[in-house]
């Protein structure tokens, strides 16, 4: 019998702690629950079948969830992929872990834990429990300054190693390299002194440099879960013990295997330093896109308190703040000016390069700087809230993803050292049963070279290295890839449909024509622009605006109701006013013959028809036109040469949509489609073409964005757009579209690259190192440049990653 107590999310009343507790007294093998609340938590008794995911089950599917909450850890120890499994399986069998994901490039744990059911120390507990460090993110150094102090202890430990390892190279291979040097060392000492040096100057690189592959590394074998360190004290161990007996026992081996393999051990952990030094260094590169964003924050800011400006630490800054800001300054944090004007560059956010005017009522973004002149603003979001601090957690949850294609990795991983170890016994074995004179030396040398030669780095290395390097130089490009996923699912997408207002148009559409078909113009005019006040659809915006350069002043508007994708109607006075398109007037029966010249000419024109009737009777028709943005032509272009088809999404007219799509170079346009059917219309170009991914900005827009394969959301665009999207792009150009799509095939394709080179690593060399080639060609790998490729193998990976900062913008 279990006992835990749960939070629970969405109780209001009394009758919803009724709802949870039948719930959960109904499912199987709960005993008690005993839901308060007042804290909104629910203490629940079970048994098996019952277990911790089946209760959350339950809660979810009775409508009110557990809360959960995230945790991130950062791990100090794992080398390679067998211990990303071997983590994320402690974390899993934590009780209270939902999901677990390890980033082995970024060196962090991510789980998804019940709230008040397991905190961060039980977490690191686990971990510790399989012998690696955690400790919770925010108690730790941010990743890129841990990196630095690990790439200056490895590089400690690989020059005391190189030090005492020279000697020992010089002395055991220097005749091979240089045949007089064997002549020289043997005349200057007898050769079992030269032995004893090198005994003891491989004793200390073993106790010293290489003391952290036996602690981690022994008791991993000894738990049954060997890992990388595993390998590598064995295949250095075992070399030395070799030795050993040949040079303090030399009667237990035969006359023609009393050689030694002191300068193989000592050789095999400095190369292997000289890899993990390389590597540390390069992974504290991968990092550079979070640190230049971090690097944004301001760390203070001139705030009014008291009838006095004075400097505080950014933290201390709070909503509805008065914050100075003065030339040349970051903006602390989120907010509207209220006095004062300048210019902003907002590169960082829109990637345009050209600054923005900002005067009284303009927004401003913490991070952007400030050009030559003085504003104030009113502080709107602080600290996580910020737009910037929003970015940079999108940034990290996309470097920490898992994409499908690792699910592969970790299936092989998960036996791959245990296999290598079983490979290298059966070397031995096979050596030893067919080998030559000597059987026991070649045997050794094998076994080690197998050993050495398959470490799992670069399996585990080869996709999080490319993931953390793609997505932070895609957030430099002003690409956020919200969802790991995404950067995978849209190298695969063959057909792109853009929303077109906001989208492949300004969003800020003017009135071209009114055409007054019945009563004064203005009257109309002035009518048209009191009820549109109620509306949010930019076209409302226009409206509004020619009232005002008709100096129009606007009537009361009595009850209004909006209609999605059709209009808006109003009562005005004693009059009843419908103002939207044509759908609207069938809709309410008024009769459209009188609109008929009009819509023609307009939508000949590529605008857009608004149409009002004043009770029942056709008063005005208004042409309305988007200016298309500068990058849709030229983005519409790049997606065709690349292989996609392009759709255009909108609820004008046919005849409208068409002229603008035809403007464009488009495929096909879906025209008069209203806000619930674009989520069919995704659907139904998904049967057609394959994958599709969405581009929008708008709350009509989050269902597709939702329903589509990849969702794009515009960053200029509405929150719930952005959040309903995989991928934001923080510019407003539609290029950003095909930036966006080229990372993700860029990214995809180094993956690829990696998992290739990591895999034929393996099984091109584990054979060789077991000494397939000796039969034939007489070929036996050494131990030392079974080490030599293992290390290079982990840095080529990396370095391979880091060719993805070079990937530039669309264009």
Known sequence: MHSVRLSVEGMTCASCVGRVERALLAAEGIHAANVNLAVEAAEITFEAPADMSSIVATLEKAGYPARTEAIVLDVEGMSCASCVGRVERALADVEGVIAASVNLAAETASATVLAGVTDADALCGAVAGVGYTARSRAQDAPHEDRKADEARGYLRRLIVAAAFTLPVFVVEMGGHLYPPVHGWIMGAMEHQTWRLIQFWLTLVVLIGPARGFFLKGVPALLRGAPDMNSLVAMGAGSAFAYSCVTTFAPWYLPPAARNVYFEAAAVIVTLILLGR?????????????????????????????????????????????????????????DGVVISGDSHVDEAMISGEPLPVAKGEGAALIAGTVNGEGAMSYRALKVGGDTMLAQIIRMVEDAQGAKLPIQSLVDKVTMYFVPAVMVLAALTVLVWLAFGPDAALQYALVAGVSVLIIACPCAMGLATPTSIMVGTGRAAELGVLFRKGDALQALQSVKVVAFDKTGTLTMGAPVVTDIIALFGDENTVLAMVAAVEAKSEHPIARAIERAAAEHDLTLPAVGRARAVAGHGVSAQVGDHQVLVGNGRLMVREGVEMAAFGASLEMLEAQGRT????????????????????????????????????????????????????????GIDRVEAEVLPKGKAEIVAALRAQFGQIAFVGDGINDAPALASADVGLAVGSGTDVAIEAADVVLMGADPRAVVTALDLSRKVMRNIRQNLFWAFAYNVALIPIAAGVLYPTWGVLLSPMLGAGAMALSSVFVISNALRLRGVGRAG
């Open 277 to 333: 030094y390389l590597e540390a260094r390069a992974k504290g590169r991968t990092g550079e896109a979070i640190r230049k964003l971090a690097g944004m924050k301001a760390v203070t800011a001139r705030v009014e308190r008291d009838g006095a400006v004075v400097d505080v630490a950014i933290g201390e800054v709070v909503v509805g703040d008065i914050v100075h800001l003065r030339p040349g300054e970051k903006v602390a944090v």
């Open 609 to 664: 028809p608004v149409l009002v009737a004043i009770d029942g009777v056709p008063a005005m028709v208004l042409g309305v036109s988007d200016r298309v943005r500068a990058g849709s032509k030229e983005a519409v272009a790049m997606l065709h040469a690349r292989g996609l088809s392009v759709v255009m999404v909108s609820g004008d007219t046919k005849r409208a949509a068409r002229a603008i799509a035809d403007e464009l």
